[in-house]
């Protein structure tokens, strides 16, 4: 059975900075598109951005371009979230998902079950 699993989500201050990482089992992360997607407390779930299978190509959301990396380390079958310049509006549970081909939660299989970030002002 597939899982992922999200770790590193915490409480931060504004303007501070917090690393995710997401964790695969019986799931060959360079296979795949990851994503990342977050939901915030009565809003829908919303895509934060992607690496590529290929090299190590991303994509992110307007909202976080610029202060969010993501990246991988296919060795360790791990990916990363790394968030910087934290506000209010980043708080949300985060999750971690693959394959993730488009920016929408579009042919998305696998989910994990998320990692709450709380950002206080």
């Known amino acids: 059975q597939v899982q992922l699993v999200e770790s590193g989500g915490g409480l931060v201050q504004a303007g501070g900075s917090l690393r995710l990482s997401c964790a695969a089992s019986?799931?060959?992360?360079?296979?795949?598109?990851i994503g990342w997607f977050r939901q915030a407390p009565g809003k829908a779930r919303e895509f934060v951005g992607r690496?590529?299978?290929?090299?190590?190509?991303?994509v992110y959301a307007d909202s976080v371009k610029g202060r969010f990396t993501i990246s991988r380390d296919d060795a360790k079958n791990t990916v990363y979230l790394q968030m910087n310049s934290l506000n209010s509006e980043d708080t949300a549970v985060y999750y971690c998902?693959?394959?993730?081909?488009?920016?929408?939660?579009?042919?998305?299989?696998?989910w994990g079950r998320g990692t709450q970030v709380t950002v206080s002002s």
């Open positions: 998902a693959a394959p993730v081909r488009t920016n929408s939660e579009l042919g998305v299989t696998y």
């Open positions: 019986r799931l060959t992360f360079r296979n795949y598109a």
């Open positions: 690496i590529l299978w290929s090299g190590s190509s991303t």
